[in-house]
Structures are given as C-alpha cells and as structure tokens.
C-alpha cells in the first residue's frame, strides 16, 4: 500500500499553508488556556498556532512521517488511530 501521506510529509505545510487569523480558535470556540488534541493533525501546522495563542496541544495522527515534521516543530505527538483514543475520557477539554 502506498503511503501518500508520508511522501507528503517533508513538504506537506508548503503545499497546505495554515491560515494564522483566529479564524479556526472562533469557528471551533476553543477555549482560552486548555488542553487540545489535535486529532489528525499531522504536521502540526494548526498545533503550532494554537500552541503560540496558548494552549496545551497533542498532535495525534496515524503516520509516523508526519508527526515527525510536528516533532520537529518541538509539538508533543501521539501515533495512534483516532478510531483508538490512547487517552482517557478528559484528558482533553476540546
């Protein structure tokens, strides 16, 4: 099987740029300090906002090539499928 989003991943961030207005923190009513996972979050690209606007994030996703560019941005990861939540039930507040 091939494994599009690890060839993806070096340079997955250039090809996807994040919007940094807000506008994800108002659509999803994200709270001001707290605890997010980031479910799917691959690179990391919106961790790192939400990181810098001050909250505790956890970049979840399933390859292993992704989450080392969200490493790499010094973000704590987790592989896991979201279908498997390695956490207990609120570890999170969103």
Do not use: W
Not at 38 to 44: F, M, Q
Not at 61 to 66: A, E, L, Q, T
Not at 72 to 89: D, I, M, N, V, Y
Request: hydrophobic content about 45%; proline content about 4%.
């Amino acid at each position: 099987m091939i494994d599009h989003f690890g060839f993806l991943a070096p340079f997955y961030d250039r090809l996807l740029p994040y919007r940094e207005d807000g506008f994800l923190q108002e659509l999803a009513n994200l709270p001001q300090r707290g605890k997010i996972l980031d479910a799917g979050g691959g690179t990391g690209r919106v961790a790192s906002t939400l990181v810098r606007d001050g909250l505790q994030v956890v970049v979840m996703d399933f390859s292993f090539k992704m989450l080392s560019q969200a490493a790499a941005k010094g973000l704590r990861t987790t592989c896991a499928a979201t279908e498997h939540l390695p956490f207990a039930q609120d570890t999170f507040d969103r």
